[in-house]
């Protein structure tokens, strides 16, 4: 856990990352990761950002207890190296994984998935 890792929810949106971050000792343990508990709805209502989160390219920090790491999940339109080192060091990452999740996917990475 060296440089006191954070965890947390993040948008990424006109080159700004907007996001919460907690060190791991106020994570919530979930299996073998502990993740921070504020949503990505909070943080869009907070932040008085237009629209629905959903449609919005974002991710999430969690840390992996099994493996001493961090998980980058992250949107796959905004996962390039300057987004990903703007999130290792806004959340003081020096070992982490980036993975890609159904759950972290904006609408233009869904398609029209989310038309009526």
Known sequence: MENNPL?????????KLIFNAV???EGREQADKLDNSYGHDRLWDENHLPGDY???PRGRVIWDRTNS???IYIDRCIN????????ADTFRLTDYEVRHDDHYRCRKCTGDIFDD
Do not use: D, Q, T
């Open 7 to 15: 965890i947390g929810p993040f948008f990424y949106l006109n080159r």
């Open 23 to 25: 060190p791991l000792s």
């Open 54 to 56: 959903i449609y919005s």
């Open 69 to 71: 790491r961090a998980i």
């Open 80 to 87: 390039r190296p300057n987004v990903i080192k703007k999130i």
